[in-house]
């Protein structure tokens, strides 16, 4: 599930749930490097994995969240196979990549005490990309050859707002987007993931192959929850929240 709140303690009891993974976002949601460190502590005593997205794929930013210890990336908006290469090229330390060195000072080597760090941070490390336009799509085949993407991530929303059906997740045309990218994916022996919050389009591509998916967030949570206890003790009849995502 997502964990968007921003806050700590909201990751930590997401993370004692029993999922399979969280996704820390900063993308879409008010994390900041400490807020995204204080998640990455709360969460490290669970069984569960956790992936970070920053808001855009850029090499300083990758370095600091690496830095802080993340260890699997979710990069947004990758849409040609050099926007991939560039996002792994963050990831690696020269010359195999462009990610600065200070180790010594970060808590992903905790400060120094991780024999031969350097030589050994990229098999710790996880990079996922986002494919979200209709351009990604039409590429996704040459982004999973990018030598270092371990995986792919499909977001629908963005990629139906790249269609021109805007909102219009199950539109048939975006559907059968997706369900090209978890074949092109599956050919290429990487694996693939999706967003999907209705449990039907949820199981839909659980049949389809997909290894992973994202089907709630935090703050969808609490708010449906909330929506609902006032809609059973506080408003009118007739009345009810309203439609969300």
């Known amino acids: 599930m997502w964990v968007c709140s921003g806050s700590p303690l909201v990751a930590e009891i997401c993370a004692g749930a029993g999922l399979d993974w969280l996704l820390i976002d900063a993308e879409h949601s008010p994390n900041g490097l400490e ?4 998640q990455l502590q709360a969460v490290r005593g669970y069984p569960v994995t ?4 920053p808001p855009v794929n850029d090499a300083v930013i990758i370095k600091q969240y690496l830095d802080l210890g993340a260890q699997s990336l979710l990069i947004p908006m990758v849409h040609t196979a050099d926007e991939a290469a560039a996002a792994v090229s963050a990831t690696r330390y020269p010359p195999l990549g462009v990610r600065g060195v200070g180790s010594a000072l970060a808590r992903s080597a905790r400060w120094n005490r991780i024999p031969d760090y350097l030589a050994h941070a990229s098999e710790t490390i996880t990079v996922v990309v986002q494919i979200e336009s209709a351009q990604a799509v039409d590429n996704v085949a040459e982004i999973l050859a990018v030598d270092g993407i371990d995986a792919v991530f499909i977001g629908p929303s963005d990629l139906a707002a790249s269609m021109g059906v805007l909102g219009q997740q199950e539109h048939p045309d975006v559907v059968a987007a997706v369900e090209h990218c978890i074949n092109a994916a599956k050919a290429a022996g990487k694996p693939v993931g999706v967003n999907a919050f209705a ?3 949820a199981r839909r591509y659980l049949a389809a192959g997909v290894d992973f998916i ?3 967030a935090d703050v969808a ?3 449906r929850g909330g929506e609902a206890l006032a809609a059973k003790y506080v408003q009118a009849p007739g009345t009810g929240p309203t439609s969300s995502y």
């Open 35 to 38: 807020g995204i460190l204080a």
């Open 50 to 53: 956790a992936v970070v997205r």
């Open 199 to 201: 449990e039907a389009t």
């Open 214 to 216: 994202l089907v709630g």
């Open 221 to 223: 949570l609490l708010a």
